[in-house]
């Protein structure tokens, strides 16, 4: 289960948000994987956070940038490269979210050359695709996400494919309210799974593959129940401990193991 803060939270919020969290997370050993991804400036403070609640526990707090450059380091005014984050202790990064494609003008192009920059430093990449409302109305939604999967994915070898996380996002689900239901994300996440396994064979059966848009405990229960759909990436309700934590119940309990 996957939070992305955006751009919410502020050091003083940020730091009780991922206290809550570390907390419920020593109290609960065993939950399903837990990936925050706060805003760049907390990310230090919140990989010592998680790293104090690891202690003597086997599902530790994964920590997750919401962005990184391409380029390892050089003139990038206002950028944050791979090998920064690696050195705070970071450990996944979300690309291709679809504010990024909308706001940052970022392609699939470059989003490939990011990922292979994560892999290159261990950091696993979260790739987010999802099709636009006007795309799924003219009924283009497999067709778009698999030139998304292709675009940033495809020349990646087995071994690299296998350390990817894939989220599938529509775009008209994201922070509207809208949710895609059970029955469409499924279809989508079984579609993707098809595409990684063009690319990567069986590997494709072990990558996770999370849904995100408009995700919370009051529909996080159909959705989670989807053969293909491995978990969620989960925006507004991430910024609630109780909400988030009652999404990682309601997927250990369906999920777990
Ligand atoms: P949302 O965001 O849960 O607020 O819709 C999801 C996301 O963009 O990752």
New binding site residues.
């Given amino acids: 289960m996957a939070g992305?803060w955006?751009m919410n939270t502020d050091a003083g919020s940020a730091a009780s948000l991922m206290q809550g969290l570390a907390e419920w997370s020593k109290e609960n050993p065993g939950h399903v994987t837990m990936i925050v991804a706060p805003p760049f400036p907390f990310l230090a403070e919140a990989v010592k956070m998680a790293a104090r609640a690891a202690q003597g526990q086997e599902t530790p707090i994964v920590v997750a940038a919401q962005n990184c450059h391409q380029e390892e380091h050089g003139a990038f005014t206002g950028e944050v490269g791979v090998p920064m984050l690696k050195s705070l202790g970071v450990r996944a990064c979300i690309v291709g979210?679809?504010?990024r494609r909308q706001y940052y003008g970022e392609t699939d192009a470059v989003v490939s050359l990011k990922v292979r920059t994560l892999l290159g430093h261990d950091l696993i990449p979260i790739y987010?695709c999802g099709e636009k409302r006007e795309e799924r109305e003219a009924g283009r939604h497999f067709e778009v996400v698999s030139a998304q999967v292709h675009g940033a994915l495809g020349q990646l070898g087995t071994s690299d494919l296998a350390k990817v996380v894939v989220?599938y996002?529509p775009v008209w689900?994201?922070?509207?309210g809208l949710t895609a239901t059970p029955e469409q994300a499924q279809e989508m996440h079984d579609h993707i799974r098809g595409e990684l396994r063009k690319i990567g064979g069986e590997v494709a059966a072990e990558i996770p593959i999370l849904y995100?848009?408009?995700?919370k405990p009051s529909n996080a229960e159909g959705l989670f129940a989807g053969r293909d759909i491995d978990g969620g990436?989960?925006?507004?309700?991430?910024l609630s401990v109780e909400d988030f934590t009652g999404l990682l119940r309601i997927a250990q309990r369906i999920k777990g193991t």
């Fill in positions: 992305n955006k979210h679809s504010e987010c989220a996002e689900a994201i922070g509207t995100g848009g408009s995700c990436l989960i925006g507004g309700a991430s």
